[in-house]
């Protein structure tokens, strides 16, 4: 189809108007709502919420049956209607924000967890990351690795726009072999068709915003589910604090789900921002935020003794359980979040640090930057298995400029950066995507619909006019 | 207690009979069968079997209590009997061999499984680590590393004179913070003392050979029990084989408990001493030999297309269980035992690459040796967590002088002897042990009848004669 026919916003709108009046067993969003429903968390980024922020679908379906789906795609692929897919809204990129209008496909109703083995799980893509674990938790499982908005966030998303979490630590990201095993996608046609892919095959629709396939199930690895012990760990000083976390994360014979840390002033930040932290945080100091088996609770103080730290906050399995209350709803991006709950100038970066030096470009870094970027460290493993830290840094916002040429700085410095201030696929990515990723996107999108305006591969193949957006430095790296 | 009592082995002998009498409720045996049980496999080494295959106890006690065990102990201190400990006598480095007569505390009989919980068990030190295995595979739990003997050795054994193993590419070795929780000890005096010793002072004892305290029950991190898929897959060149076992067990999201590579002529020594292999291993072929979990399948089958292998064996934990058969009998020192049974001139030594340059090394020395040294690799995580691989590789042995000549080379190429042809602790560790375990002994051996002649900084500091040795270069490493 031409550009021309999704540009037309005044038709897209009234094409969708017809297609809402034509499934009227459908429910339909067209109220106020759909404002909401059309934003994510971009507004984390001053770049992305100045493009994004007007943007608004004309409708939002809520499908809760295959049929549903189907028929609601068959129409789209009949009216020329985009369609934004969306599961729970908490990416950070725009990833299901519509650029074009449309229909926004919100599947958080179509959540059926389909069957349990064991290392294996299957469910439909609306499914909610914590609904998915504790109904899974009887089986003595749980997913390998989820956001910090896990309580929110489905599988579906997860897969269409994140990159991992808590448990990368053990598992590395959701894009290592074997976490993922299969999907099964729609196409959007006037006949539409149903297709299950394995991986590695399946991988060519992760992290691509849905732009080339609708997922509609996903068989994913499961992990043990072990009673997960939280503690929060104080230091006076940097440099044990950082060692402590990175000799935690490595020990092989310490099973752990997460090891994150944070410098000054982000404590003090989430104290600020968090008044339940108040008593199990301690102002001024640098703080690592852990998750250990209860087993492993020994082999951790052991290694607090040796480093030096002050545990602050123990609570068990059971009492996170019962209180519902959570240490891991302050790490990963909830920690962004409440940072600039409480200081409204910062904003964030995110990048990789390279296995084996992580450690020491961290110190770095942190260094070079003094008070302009607050240090926030995750350990995960990388796609190879080693051992290295993510950074989600929170930088004092001064200016689109200065914001590049810090990010610019990290990556001089032999750091990638995830450049969390683009919503196009491959400004995430080297600039550029694999072309089996924009071929997928001819088999199950050929008519151009899914979220257009964001896989510049797709857009240049068919000399689609992309929207004006800053094309960054190369960048390695799915985001967080 | 002075030098002599010890070396007087006629009156040592003499000594022992009257324990024997004075405890005849006890399981003795003072038949041919002391000279079996008075060995191991230390005669996989030319030089340790020269040195140490005339060495026998005076009498095998084979307690089945607390009480009985006790007893033996409690009356060895009246009478300065000395006492080795023994579990099923599968190690390499004579560690069950006695120098000076006496008794051998044989604790195969001492092996009930205390308790399982999650992530953790305790159990008899004398449990063969099959029957543990087994019976905690109901709670869906398994030992964390065990060596290729599992069949035969003992929990107590693998703590006393062990390394680690199959699971050791998760957990690392034994010693690695977390894998052991704490020992119950019994003293060496004429009123013994029962002391629960915690990690990280508990590990103390371990690989010290029953030198510096009996250790009676352990208590262990456990591992969920997956089902394992065992395979075996083939090359034609070395270089993808060794890409495929590097990549294979770096990838953080394939669960895996073991991934073993045979350089030719490896595969065919194991051929040609193991007839069950035909048709399992191609002749002429590098082989690895890999347990993934069952649900991984996908991800091994698709590693294996990428580096050009072919699967040619390829079994299920079902059809293991109910064979017997497992390839893991192949594996670590198991390749060893077979590749002598099909080759008389072959030794061994054992070692650690260096964690990153591990392929790049394990590649230099095997061009360097050619036909001398066959190469054998075991990955695993070393006790930070990084991933390397151990060697054990078989050496064509043409005199003393030249293996330690290789052994040394290796050295210089800035790979870690492990080196398998000493019996004294220290000659395994540096030269030297912390001297916290010499402590430990004088806590819990005062009279100094435990395994006596093998732990050098005791003998010095009582200044005692030490049997004529080799004194190595300087090592790193525990020993397998």
């Not at 967890?113 to 609306?126: I, M, N, Y």
């Not at 997913?143 to 598992?171: D, E, M």
């Not at 994150?260 to 945080?281: E, H, Y």
């Not at 990556?411 to 995507?433: F, L, M, T």
């Amino acid at each position: 189809m031409g550009d021309a026919a999704l540009h037309d916003r005044a038709a897209v709108a009234e094409r969708t108007r017809v297609l809402c009046g034509a499934l009227d067993a459908l429910e339909w969003i067209t109220d106020g709502r759909v404002a909401r429903l059309s934003q994510d968390f971009n507004w984390f980024s001053p770049v992305l919420k100045r493009q994004l922020e007007q943007q608004r679908a004309d409708a939002v379906v809520r499908p809760k049956t295959e049929d549903e789906i189907t028929a609601v795609v068959a129409a789209c692929a009949r009216e020329l209607v985009p369609i934004t897919v969306r599961g729970s809204g908490t990416g950070n990129y725009g990833q299901c924000v519509p650029l074009h209008g449309g229909v926004i496909l919100d599947l958080s109703a179509y959540n059926r967890l389909l069957w349990v083995k064991p290392g294996v799980g299957r469910a439909q893509a609306g499914i909610r990351l914590g609904d998915m674990d504790r109904q899974m938790r009887e089986a003595g499982q749980e997913l390998r690795c989820v956001p910090s908005t896990w309580r929110s966030a489905t599988l579906g998303g997860l897969f269409g726009g994140g990159f991992g979490g808590l448990g990368s630590i053990n598992y590395g990201p959701l894009a290592a072999r074997g976490n993922v095993l299969g999907v099964r996608a729609i196409s959007v046609e006037p006949t539409p068709r149903l297709v299950e892919l394995r991986a590695p095959e399946a991988l060519l629709l992760h992290h691509v915003y849905g732009c080339n396939g609708i997922v509609l199930e996903l068989e994913v690895g499961l992990a043990p589910a072990h009673p997960w012990l939280e503690a929060i760990v104080c230091f006076d000083a940097f440099e044990p604090a950082l060692a402590f976390a990175d000799a935690l994360a490595g020990a092989p014979g310490v099973v752990k789900k997460g090891v994150t840390l944070f410098a000054q002033p982000i404590p003090d930040l989430l104290l600020q921002a968090v008044p339940l932290l108040a008593g199990s945080l301690q102002s001024a100091s640098h703080a690592v935020f852990t998750l250990v088996a209860e087993f492993a609770e020994d082999a951790l103080q052991q290694l607090v003794q040796q480093h030096g730290g002050r545990v602050t906050l123990r609570r068990t399995a059971a009492e996170v359980q019962k209180t519902q209350r959570t240490i891991t709803e302050y790490t990963w991006n909830h920690t962004t979040l409440h940072a600039m709950k409480a200081d409204k100038s910062l904003t964030y970066t995110q990048c990789a640090f390279q296995a084996g030096r992580h450690t020491q470009q961290a110190t770095q870094m942190r260094a070079h930057f003094g008070d302009e970027v607050h240090t926030h460290l995750e350990w995960i493993r990388n796609l190879e298995g080693a051992l290295t830290c993510s950074g989600l840094q929170l930088i004092r916002y001064t200016g689109d400029e200065r914001l590049a040429a810090v990010q610019q700085t990290y990556r001089e410095h032999g750091v990638s950066i995830a450049n969390p201030h683009v919503y196009i696929v491959e400004d995430g990515k080297q600039g550029r995507v694999n072309p089996e990723i924009v071929a997928m996107k001819q088999r199950f999108d050929p008519l151009g619909l899914l979220n257009p305006g964001k896989l510049r591969g797709w857009e240049q193949r068919h000399q689609l006019a992309l929207p004006a957006t800053e094309r960054p430095a190369l960048d390695t790296l799915p985001r967080f």
